[in-house]
């Protein structure tokens, strides 16, 4: 294929459309506010996101994310036009320096700061307020896309946020599902018999069945079970096979397929090498979608069937931050301390915006020549085999606060996690003792797991970050969250 064709998605091969992603998690509520409320973030998006047609979108779970980016694309275009309206403004006040310096820059301050204001207030109170609470939200009232360009780039994204491929550009692939808090992995003999009774012989599928059986069983709210596929967007010009790179990257100028199909999951888990391998994903979301457990499991043969290969890995969305939730305290209008609160911030922003206005107006103009360059430059990449297609940046990710607002939210996700975790390994044993394989190493590294450390002997290990979440109060992650 040409890397010069129109980099846009496709639909998933095969079967009936995929429904959308459930919206009535009030965190998509909280980031399409957070689009329009914080500057930095919006544009990050759009860039990093949208204006990324080569690359793999993060995924994004309990999140709709095209109704986030379209948002985004409406606060960009308002930021767009205040800074031409700043920009003019500046001009005037600069021409007529000479004749009036002192009273004219005064003025423009002044112009500029009402300006600023009306923005601040249209936002709050004509946009956020007024189409982003809880009452009155509707996701199909996102603002339309500018362009048939980001109509089509969004449809893709779409397609990705409910496919079965996740792919990535970091050393861990869970990339969009928050920080990894916890690893365990051994290996298993299945070889070695009950006593007096002969192995029942099984496969890879049928273990993974029975695992996503029994879990499924427990029926716990927001909870969703899913073979996917995991690779690295680096791997994806060489590093896989044919048959893979057929499904995912059908198009190499266009951004990785978003699904694959079953046959196809199928036969790398049978392989269980590669560089593109299925794991079974176990999500929990709670809290209206701002609290994300997801345990990624993968079940491997070795070639001579004697030995099973198990690994876990559990990560956690928290929740957004404090600021983005915001949206649930505005009233329909401000009172005045409200008015006055606003128009004080616009007053510290303002000379900062007047005076980057000419900057942000130049760098908008010479966007499609940028655009253009960046494209260029990763065409090269595409023939070279050096591009990778996987997401930079994840919108959800960085939304998050790493920080507990509730007391409870700490024990519910130490509550999806274990259970989770203990039916996992008891689905486990009793597969193993249902083929008459001897289950007592088993037992013994489930105790292991359950009681955490860094090397637990033999041919497990188990990871585990332990820190402080408010006074004297602990849990697993990586990263440091802490309560409010």
Known sequence: M??????????????????PPPTRYDV????????????????????????????AAASSPGVDLGCVLRHALAARSRQEHRDVVLALLLLGVLITLPLTFGVSLLLGLLAAWVIVAAELLSVHYGVVSRQLKRENFDPNHAPRPPNTQDTARLEAIE??????VVVSSRFAPFVGHGDTYSTWSFALNTARPESGKQVIPFTIHELNEHISARVGALQLPGMNIADVLLVNGADLLFGIDGRTRAEVLRNLAGPPGAQVSAALLRELREGGKGRARPYLAIRVTGWSGEL?????????????????????????????????????????????????????????RTPILLFSAPF??????????????????????????????????????????RLYYRYFQMLDREL?????????????????????????????RQTTIYNSGLFAGRDISVTRSSIQAGSGTQWNNPQPVKQR
């Open 360 to 401: 942000s107006v130049a760098g908008a103009l010479f966007a499609p020549l940028f655009e253009r360059r960046k494209q260029r430059r990763q065409e090269r990449g595409i023939r070279s085999h050096s591009f990778n297609y996987g997401p930079e940046f994840s919108l959800r990710e960085a939304a998050s606060d």
């Open 2 to 19: 040409n890397p010069s064709v129109d980099p846009r998605g496709s639909a998933p091969r095969g079967g009936p459309p995929v429904p």
């Open 416 to 444: 999806y996690a274990k259970t989770i975790e203990h039916r996992v390994l008891d689905a486990l044993v009793e597969f193993m003792e249902n083929h008459n394989i001897d289950s007592s190493d088993l037992i013994q």
């Open 292 to 348: 994300v457990n997801t345990l990624f499991l993968r079940c491997a043969l070795l070639p001579d069937r004697e030995i099973a290969f198990i690994e876990g890995s559990s990560c956690l969305l928290a929740p957004v931050r404090e600021r983005y939730r915001a949206v649930d305290s505005l009233l329909d209008a401000p009172t005045f301390r409200q008015w006055c609160r606003l128009v004080g911030q616009a007053g510290l």
């Open 28 to 55: 998509t509520r909280y980031l399409c506010a957070a689009m329009h409320t914080d500057i930095a973030l919006a544009r990050k998006a759009v860039a990093r996101i949208m204006n990324e047609p080569r690359r």
């Open 159 to 164: 397609l990705r946020d409910r496919g079965n």
